[in-house]
């Protein structure tokens, strides 16, 4: 990711994500100081009556897993202002949580009709993935989830040119990193969908991110052949055999180099013993 951070209402910071390209969660910073915040959101909205106060609070709440509570307060802010794109998203987001996944794609699709350019536009692919959860496991393919594969051989490929290709990896880094905040291995949407990123890592040449993708992909629950032939080939491109050099500029292998060495030795070995058995004959 690319250092983003979340700076609430009341000067605080929620998160801020460190910058390594790989989208395993946000970095929450509030941490002891949540219940100060709290306090101090509420005061602020008595005070000036801005939702944005309470619509913080609540995304606090769920970092808490107070999901109860954090639920009448988003409920409570639509009410007041009913159609607040936030507002649709963190339900859609606390409903799944809570495991109603129909009530979270309900909101979801709600605030993509809001606001369609929300979250990098990558909220589409929030709404395919609560889909894949309703309708079941056959559901849960790159195919269904992505519209696209990568192929099934040791190198992926992809049908998508550069702009598509940029524009998935982009959607994916994004609702990876919000779906990794709250949802812990094992989850096999999660991991179908780290290793679709590992190959456009793959793809695009970026072998040292694909890796740690790849490998996230496998904590998450992925058992693939597939995932295990890209994993060895990335491990193979990060860390080629090592090569010597024939005086001509020729490369060989150490492997062939030493079974020559061993050969010549067992060559050399017999002509002695033969001449040694010669030499025993015309004594006698």
Do not use: C
């Given at each position: 990711m690319n250092g983003e951070k979340y700076l609430m209402?009341?000067?605080?910071?929620?998160?801020?994500?460190?910058?390594?390209?790989?989208?395993?969660?946000?970095?929450?910073?509030?941490?002891?100081?949540?219940?100060?915040?709290?306090?101090?959101?509420?005061?602020?909205?008595?005070?000036?009556?801005?939702?944005?106060?309470?619509s913080d609070k609540g995304y606090i709440l769920i970092i808490e897993k107070k999901y109860d509570e954090a639920l009448s307060l988003y409920l409570k802010i639509e009410k007041l202002k009913p159609n607040r794109y936030s507002?649709?998203?963190?339900?859609?987001?606390?409903?799944?949580?809570?495991?109603?996944?129909?009530?979270?794609?309900?909101?979801?699709?709600?605030?993509?009709?809001?606001?369609?350019?929300?979250?990098?536009?990558?909220?589409?692919?929030?709404?395919?993935?609560?889909e894949a959860k309703i309708n079941g496991t056959k559901f849960q393919t790159a195919k269904f989830l992505l519209?696209?594969?990568?192929?099934?051989?040791?190198?992926?490929?992809?049908?998508?040119?550069?702009?598509?290709?940029?524009?998935?990896?982009?959607?994916?880094?994004?609702q990876l990193?919000?779906?990794?905040?709250?949802?812990?291995?094992?989850?096999?949407?999660?991991?179908?969908?780290?290793?679709e990123l590992g190959n456009i890592k793959?793809?695009?040449g970026e072998f040292n991110t694909a890796k740690p993708i790849l490998d996230e992909a496998k904590r998450y629950g992925l058992n693939s052949p597939i995932l295990e032939k890209r994993l060895t080939y990335t491990k193979y491109v990060l860390n080629p055999k090592p090569k010597i050099k024939k005086e001509t500029g020729e490369q060989i292998d150490y492997v062939r180099t030493l079974l020559s060495i061993i050969l010549g030795i067992i060559s050399i070995s017999l002509l002695y013993l033969i001449f040694q058995s010669k030499k025993q004959q015309l004594k006698i």
């Open positions: 209402k009341n000067g605080d910071y929620l998160y801020m994500d460190y910058a390594d390209n790989l989208p395993f969660g946000h970095n929450f910073i509030i941490g002891k100081f949540t219940e100060r915040s709290k306090i101090e959101l509420d005061s602020l909205y008595r005070k000036t009556k801005d939702l944005d106060y309470l507002t649709a998203s963190n339900l859609g987001t606390l409903y799944e949580l809570m495991g109603n996944n129909e009530e979270a794609l309900k909101w979801i699709n709600k605030s993509i009709a809001i606001n369609p350019k929300s979250h990098n536009g990558s909220e589409w692919l929030h709404s395919r993935i609560l519209n696209t594969d990568f192929g099934k051989e040791i190198k992926p490929v992809s049908q998508l040119d550069t702009i598509q290709l940029n524009k998935l990896d982009k959607s994916l880094n994004y990193n919000e779906r990794m905040s709250f949802i812990k291995p094992k989850d096999n949407i999660i991991a179908i969908l780290l290793f793959m793809i695009k």
